[in-house]
Every structure is written in structure tokens, then in C-alpha cells.
């Protein structure tokens, strides 16, 4: 059999033949399609446009010979990459959005047969070492020969010029690894996942890979990145693991608590555990309960009855099922919380009134009461919140209290939960402020912190900043790095949107009632100048913002259009040409789109490929399934990755890209952090994000769209807080309608936590 023709169902590979899936599209949309003649057409890949990988769906152009244009293709093309030759069986169908397509049933990556296609299959970047120049060299060369010289005679790579001693290695070590995750890949293949994640899994489980999923495949959707559990439920029903099996609701009910978390709660009720897991798994409620009480006793899980609370509210009145680790998380912020306040050390010897004094006259200023009434508390309180919204003094009396505490020769350190924040916060104290990760010295190697209870912080003091944004977990890890005499002040604006991860840690220590909380209510003379400042009040006590003239120099407007078509339009000329124009401010550096959510016409993922498209087109590319990253854009990083030293929601530009190696550098604030191929799936464009992950942050500008296409997010505590990241200018555009939603609608989902009825114990 030659090279160019694998049999039927396999898609030949340099160096062997790979069984792929056979099923070309979700059941949905092809299970009740009747019988038709099938079509096989060939062609090499030339882009991928669209994929969903937990679907196994995707969307690609190819370019068939005798054709003048490249067709559309769609359907099961996993891990199909630009470059390669492609045996496609299907049929035509007739879109009615989108035009003629070729709906495919089956396909085949067929080893190149032609130069051409062995250059484009090299240059594709599949092949580490190897880019489109060298490619095309390489292929000039040694002709149909160059694929069987990289796999039996690689020293002949010698003979091409640019091909030295360092490049030969990369290209050898690379060629070998793909032959040691072959098994892997075609065995994932086989049960439709996607290629791309088989060096993750790879790298996982190592030569176990495949006896570790065989033996129990949920354990994809716990450790690798990216592998959700429906994809690990496929491979398990393909491997014929019952429906009804134990094993899998185990892991559906582990899977929706994850979820649970993933949506902010600690905890989930029992009987919404239950009837979701249900829904979900298509089984019996019996069957769910005896998984959670299995998990249970086996300690993956902590079922905790009301009865558990000293003074239970209604709300609690009912059976708490927490993965064990956020159980043991909420409990330990409680009581070393408690422990905190209650330690008997002796107060601070100061003179308030008189150090106040010195204040206000060392910095010509005079502090408002209720800033006065919160330095008197710093100065005896062993926990002290303080909470308020912009302009309302938290710096002003941040610094007030540090200058006093400073020259009593307290110890004291500073820290937020990112790097944009603790950068802020050194700006503005003028003190070197860390993140809470820095702080607590994080090893990424043993993924624990160095500071907790065996090795605290050296410090009197402890200001944390932006603690709306602190989940749970991480106030834990705080709380066990501090020595009992350690005075801890929480500085936040509690009417932002609570943390990303499970918990609303600000709220309920506020709730509890069990430490002082001052309220910072008041808003400056100066503060009052700034449209932004007061409209994020108004909004904030549900009244519509101020609007000013159009025609008018102000720093916040309101440009109202109905249609998402109309709003992406007036997007992308207010980010490119106006408000650069008008205010001097650069479209990508200082221009921040925030949405309320990512779907649709103008969510995140739509925005970001139509304002690349719009603020930098061109220019050197790098292609990770359906994105594409050039040089210049602006990403984010979407998970932690402490190995390379960037966390969620961190913001940067990609500096340099190499083909060759497939792969990218982008600086965060100053730093350059290489992404292998590997990694890309962390990384994200970030011309518009979401509200939820601008926290933290402030940006120059910040352009919003509301539309009641985001109506389940149209929420005062969404829009205040992308309101308040605005510095210098805020835009809203959208309709008026869905503004007054937003504004109207105070009543935000409440976190299922039970750390204030814990405090208040």
C-alpha cells in the first residue's frame, strides 16, 4: 500500500498508519440524517477557521486541486493542522447562513505525495525546528526523500545550509517524542479527543497514559487542563463503562460540585447536588445519593447538616455537600480568623488624636470624621475592615494609618490578590506592595506556599488590598501565614463583584458581624468633578447615570444604539480612531472592551476577533486550533501557571513568535514569558474581556457595550464594577433599555457559604 493511500478509516502518519474516529459531526445534527452517496475529495488544509474541541467540531478551509477557490469544510476534524494533506468523505449541503459546504462523515491525513505538500506538511509547524524557509530548502534538497531522511538518516539533514548541530537535535528530540506519544494520540483519537491535548495527557501520566485512562477515564476531566468531563465520559462510554455504573456517578457528582465551585459557591444544597447530577447523567436520583455517601465516607467530600451551625439562618437549613478542600478552607478562615481577633496582646501605646494631627499637617490635608473614627479603630483593633467606593478617601486613609503605625516602628507589609493590583497599591502608598502569591513565597514545584504556620510572615501588619477579589481558599493561606500578634487590616469595595473563585469572603466577614467594618461613604470635593466617580455612585444606589452632551469635554458618555451590529461598528471606531483621536490615548495599550459575557455578537470571542482584525491585521502568525496569535496583540493568561509565572487574568503583548518551534513570548508588565504549543490553550486574545476578569485592574479607558443580549448578566454589581475600572474615560454603548436593567437590578445571585453563620458561631 503507498504512502498516499491508507486504508479506509486510518489516516496514514509519518511512520505508521493512525485509526481516527469515524463519526464526522455531533449526533445532533447528523444522527437522523437519511442515507446519501458519499463524495471523497483531497486537499491540503489551508486554515482552520472555527473548533470546539469538547464538541469535536470544527470549521477549516482546504484547497482541492482543479478547484479556484478553497471549499469549507465542517465537521469531526480532530487535531487537523494547517499544511496537512487531507482525505475528506462526506456530502455537500447547502447552508442557509453560510453558502455551500462539504459536511464530513469521515476523513483520512494522508502522508504528502507531492513536494508541495511535504513542504507545507514541514512548514506547518507540526515539526519543531522546521519553519516554511527551511521547509522549502529542505524539500529543494532531497525531494520525496526528505520525510524518510528526518526518520532513518537525520546526520543527512547535515548537507541542507542553515541546518547546524542545535537545530538537527531539536528536530531528532522532536521527532522522537512524537513517536513515544503516537500510542497516546491514537488511542485518544479513537475516542474523539482532541490531538491537541494528547502531549498534555502525555505529560501527565507519561508510558501510563493509556492504562491510567483505560482503568479509569474521569480522571482526565481532574488532571488535565482542557479535558471537561464529557469528553472523559465519551472515552468512558467507548471503553464500555455502563451508564449506570458507580464509577461514573461518582465522578458525575464530584464533576457538578466542580461546578458549583466554578460559579463562586463553597457548597451545594443536597437536593440541587442531587437533581442536577440527575439531569446531567440521565440516572436515577438513588444512584446519586449512594455516590455521594460513598464519597463521603471516602473523605472526597463533606456532607454537613445545619445542625453543624450554633445559630443556623433559614437559608443554612439544609444538607451542605462541600468538596473536602473547600470544607476544610472555610472552616480554617473562621477559626483562625476568630483566633486572630481574640489574640489577647497588648494594644498599640499612640496618642490618636495627636498622631492624627501630625497627619494632616505633615501632609496639608484634613481627614473627613469617618476617616478619623477608622484610624482611632486601626489603633486598638486586631482585624479592621474597610470598605467604601472611589473617591470616597481609602487611599488617603490607607496612608494615614501606615505613616502612624510606621512611626511607631510596626513592621508592616502590603499585598493584593494580582500583580496589577499590588502595583497600584505600591503607587499609591509609595511602599512596595506584593501579591499575596509573592508574599507567601509559592513553590511551583511542590505547588505549596513556603509561609504558613511553621514559618510565618515577619511582620506587625499586614494590609491586603482588593480583598473583594480573594476566594476562600487564598484567604486561608493568608490567615496561616500571619504570627498571632499580627494585625490584619482588609481594605476593599464590597459593592464589586465578588472573587472569581468559590467564596464572598469581604461579604460575610462584613455579614458576621464579628469584626469592626468602617464604611467609607462620603465622596471628596475633587472626586466629585469626575462624571466616572459619581455615575459609579449613582449606579451603585440603582440611579441612572448622568449624560453629557456629546459635543461635551467630560469623562464619561453614553452613545446609544440599539442593534448588536450597530454596537460592534461603533466599537471599533471609537477604539481605533476616536478616542484616540479626541483623547490621545493608544487603541490597544490604554483602550480596555469589557463585556458582560463571552458569547455573541458582542461578547468576548467575537470582539476580540473583529477588533484584531481591526487594530492588527497582519503581521507574523501563530495558529492554536481556532485562534490565532500575531505580534502586537494584546492576550491574557486564563488559568494560574506558576511554573511560568503568570495567573488569571494577567495582561500582556505578544513581543516574538517562532514558527519553527511553535512558539510565542509576551511580556507582562515588563517580564517576557515564552508559551510552548503546549501552553498556548492558556492564553487568550484580550482586546475585550469580561467584567468579571477586569478585577483588580484599572485601565485609562474602558469601553462597555450593553445590549440585552447579556440580559442574564445585566447586573448594578456587574456594571459598577466595570464602570470603576475606568481612570480617565468610561464609554457605555448600547441601549438605553439595557442600561436601566442593569441599574434596576440589585438582586445578585448569593454564594451558597456558610463562613459568616461560622463567624458569628
Known amino acids: 500500500m503507498s504512502a498516499s493511500s491508507p486504508r479506509p478509516g486510518y489516516a496514514a502518519d509519518v511512520g505508521g498508519t493512525l485509526p481516527i474516529a469515524r463519526d464526522g459531526a455531533p449526533a445532533s445534527l447528523e444522527a437522523n440524517a437519511p442515507a446519501r452517496p458519499t463524495t471523497t475529495l483531497e486537499g491540503s488544509l489551508e486554515r482552520i477557521t472555527f473548533t470546539n474541541e469538547e464538541a469535536a467540531w470544527s470549521v477549516v478551509r482546504v484547497a482541492i486541486s482543479g478547484r479556484k477557490d478553497p471549499i469549507t469544510a465542517v465537521g469531526n476534524l480532530l487535531g487537523v493542522q494547517p499544511g496537512e494533506s487531507l482525505r475528506l468523505t462526506g456530502w455537500w449541503v447547502q ?75 531539536l528536530l531528532v528530540e522532536t521527532w522522537a517524542e512524537q513517536r513515544d506519544i503516537r500510542q497516546v494520540m491514537v488511542f485518544l483519537q479513537t475516542h474523539q479527543v482532541p490531538a491537541s491535548f494528547a502531549v498534555k495527557v502525555y505529560k501527565q501520566y507519561g508510558a501510563q497514559a493509556i492504562s491510567v485512562v483505560q482503568e479509569n477515564p474521569y480522571r482526565l476531566a481532574i488532571d488535565v487542563y482542557g479535558i471537561g468531563f464529557r469528553t472523559a465520559d465519551r472515552i ?143 489603633m486598638v483593633a486586631k482585624v479592621l475592615v474597610i470598605t467604601g467606593g472611589p473617591g470616597t478617601g481609602k487611599t488617603t486613609l490607607v496612608n494615614a494609618i501606615l505613616s502612624i503605625l510606621e512611626k511607631k516602628g510596626r513592621r508592616i507589609l502590603l499585598s493584593a490578590p494580582t500583580g496589577r493590583a499590588a502595583k497600584r497599591m505600591g503607587e499609591a502608598t509609595g511602599r512596595e506592595a506584593e501579591t499575596i502569591h509573592r508574599l507567601l513565597e509559592y513553590n511551583p514545584r511542590t505547588h ?90 449613582r449606579i451603585n444606589q440603582g440611579e441612572m447615570p448622568q449624560v453629557p452632551a456629546a459635543d461635551a469635554l467630560a469623562d464619561f458618555y453614553f452613545v446609544e444604539k440599539e442593534e448588536p451590529e ?21 487603541p490597544v495599550d490604554e483602550v480596555q472592551v469589557l463585556v458582560p ?39 491574557m ?6 511554573e511560568l509565572g503568570v495567573f488569571n487574568g494577567d495582561i500582556g503583548r505578544v ?50 457595550p450593553l445590549h440585552t443580549q447579556h440580559f442574564t448578566l445585566l447586573q448594578r454589581n456587574l456594571l459598577y ?3 470603576t475600572r475606568g481612570k480617565k474615560l468610561v464609554v457605555l454603548v448600547g441601549s438605553k433599555k439595557a442600561l436601566g436593567i442593569a441599574v434596576r437590578n440589585g438582586e445578585t445571585q448569593k454564594r451558597f457559604t456558610r463562613l459568616a453563620a461560622r463567624l458569628r458561631d
Open 637 to 642: 493568561q486564563v488559568r494560574n501557571n506558576y
Open 95 to 169: 447552508d442557509r447562513k453560510y453558502g455551500e459546504q462539504f459536511r464530513v462523515v469521515s476523513f483520512a491525513t494522508v502522508k504528502p505525495a507531492t513536494l508541495v505538500g511535504i513542504e507545507k506538511y514541514l512548514g506547518s509547524g507540526l515539526v519543531k525546528g522546521v519553519g516554511p524557509a527551511m521547509a522549502k530548502r529542505l524539500v529543494q534538497h532531497f525531494g520525496m526523500e526528505t520525510l524518510d531522511i528526518i526518520d532513518s538518516k537525520p546526520e543527512r539533514l547535515a548537507e541542507v545550509k542553515g541546518f547546524g548541530a542545535k537545530r538537527r537535535k
Open 448 to 537: 505549596s506556599f513556603q509561609r504558613d504556620r511553621n514559618n510565618p510572615l515577619e511582620a506587625d501588619v499586614l494590609v491586603l488590598d482588593e480583598v473583594s477579589m480573594v476566594d476562600t481558599v487564598l484567604m486561608l493561606n493568608v490567615l496561616k501565614a500571619l504570627p498571632p500578634h499580627c494585625q490584619l487590616l482588609l481594605v476593599g469595595d464590597v459593592d464589586q463583584l465578588p472573587s472569581v473563585g468559590p467564596g464572598s469572603v469581604l461579604q460575610d466577614i462584613i455579614a458576621s458581624g464579628h469584626v469592626p467594618v468602617v464604611r467609607l461613604k462620603h465622596i471628596f470635593r475633587q472626586a466629585q468633578a469626575s462624571l466616572i466617580i459619581t455615575n459609579a455612585h
Open 236 to 378: 468512558a462510554q467507548s471503553l464500555g463503562v455502563p451508564t449506570h455504573s458507580p464509577k461514573r456517578a461518582e465522578a458525575g457528582v464530584l464533576h457538578v460540585l466542580r461546578e458549583f465551585s466554578e460559579e463562586g459557591h463553597l457548597y451545594a444544597p443536597r437536593d440541587k447536588l442531587t437533581a442536577r447530577t440527575v439531569e446531567m447523567l440521565e440516572v436515577t436520583p438513588e444512584l446519586v445519593e449512594a455516590a455521594i455517601t460513598r464519597l463521603g465516607a471516602a473523605e472526597y467530600l463533606t456532607v454537613e447538616g445545619a445542625s453543624a451551625l450554633a445559630h443556623p439562618r433559614p437559608e443554612d437549613a439544609c444538607e451542605a455537600v462541600y468538596l473536602k478542600a473547600l470544607h476544610v478552607s472555610e472552616v480554617g478562615v473562621a477559626n483562625l480568623l476568630k483566633a486572630l481577633a481574640a489574640w489577647p496582646g497588648r494594644p498599640l501605646e499612640v496618642d490618636v488624636e495627636r498622631a492624627i494631627s501630625w497627619f494632616e499637617g505633615r501632609q496639608g490635608l484634613t481627614l473627613a470624621p469617618e476617616q478619623k473614627e477608622a484610624v482611632r479603630q486601626a
Open 655 to 704: 513581543e516574538a513568535i517562532d514558527k519553527e518551534e511553535q512558539s510565542l513570548v509576551a511580556r507582562f508588565d515588563g517580564r517576557p514569558v515564552e508559551y510552548t504549543w503546549s501552553d498556548l490553550d492558556e492564553l487568550v486574545l484580550a482586546y475585550a474581556t469580561s467584567v468579571h476578569k477586569s478585577q483588580g485592574s484599572e485601565y485609562p479607558c474602558v469601553v462597555l
Open 721 to 723: 464594577t466595570g464602570v
Open 597 to 635: 459575557m463571552n458569547r455573541g455578537l458582542i461578547g468576548t470571542a467575537s470582539l476580540n476577533v473583529a477588533l484584531q482584525e481591526h487594530l492588527n491585521p497582519t503581521g507574523e502568525e501563530l495558529a492554536r486550533g481556532n485562534r490565532t496569535f500575531r505580534v502586537g496583540d494584546k492576550v
Open 566 to 586: 450597530a454596537i460592534l461598528a461603533t466599537l471599533k471606531t471609537l477604539v481605533k480612531e476616536r478616542i484616540p483621536r479626541r483623547f490621545g490615548l493608544h
